[in-house]
């Protein structure tokens, strides 16, 4: 929990490998309670700055969304 606060501080301050990590822990329920959307809204962040892997994972996490 204490490393979830730490990389939301950095993803808000535009650290792109920490959204990216912040949206695998929600992904994942690591550190924090599982929620894809907020899983998305990280990720999202990380492929706006350019991070390679999380257009695949926004295409993954709203396949799940959709199918909820």
């Known amino acids: ?3 979830a606060n730490w990389f939301r501080l950095a993803a808000n ?3 792109v490998g920490a959204q ?5 822990m929600y ?3 690591d550190g924090v309670a599982a929620d ?4 998305r809204y990280w990720y999202a962040a990380a492929a706006r700055q350019g991070d ?3 257009p695949a994972k926004l295409k993954e996490i709203d ?4 199918a909820q």
Do not use: F
Not at 20 to 24: D, H, K, N, R
Not at 36 to 39: G, I, M
């Open 13 to 15: 301050a535009g650290d």
């Open 63 to 66: 396949a799940r969304l959709a």
């Open 1 to 3: 929990a204490q490393a």
């Open 36 to 39: 894809l959307r907020l899983a």
């Open 52 to 54: 390679e892997a999380a």
């Open 27 to 29: 992904e994942k329920g």
């Open 20 to 24: 990216y990590i912040l949206g695998s």
